[in-house]
């Protein structure tokens, strides 16, 4: 089993920029395709990224690409958002997820991930 903690949710103003990270425990999840989704109040949860377990490819919806970046880093079970430019409309929860061993992420629209961290969350004021 994978158990995914994500930290660095704040309160910030727009314009701002912010790191979350997730600590992930239990194995290695060097296999495992990885990334963030998030859920605004009255919205359904979708995926803001993803990266491959190898770290050669990641994915963007359109709405945090140029602004939001994933990384990872395997030797320490880690994985990273750097949000900059923040606005109020990324105000949301944002969750942490891991895929089964070695699947394929083909696209953020379709990504459904088997591990969920609990969620920081991130509230953007104007």
């Known amino acids: 089993q994978v158990q995914l903690v994500e930290s660095g949710g704040g309160l910030v103003q727009a314009g701002d920029s912010l790191r979350l990270s997730c600590a992930a425990s239990?194995?290695?999840?060097?296999?495992?395709?990885m990334g963030w989704f998030r859920q605004a109040p009255g919205k359904e949860r979708e995926c803001v990224t993803a990266i491959s377990w190898s770290g050669g490819k990641t994915y963007y919806a359109d709405s945090v690409k140029g602004r939001f970046v994933v990384s990872r880093d395997n030797a320490k079970n880690m994985v990273y958002l750097r949000m900059d430019s923040l606005n109020p409309e990324d105000t949301a929860v944002y969750y942490c997820a891991a895929d089964r061993d070695y699947q394929i992420i083909v696209d953020v629209f379709t990504w459904m991930p088997y591990y969920w961290g609990q969620g920081t969350q991130v509230t953007v004021s104007s």
């Open positions: 239990g194995r290695t999840v060097s296999n495992n395709a």
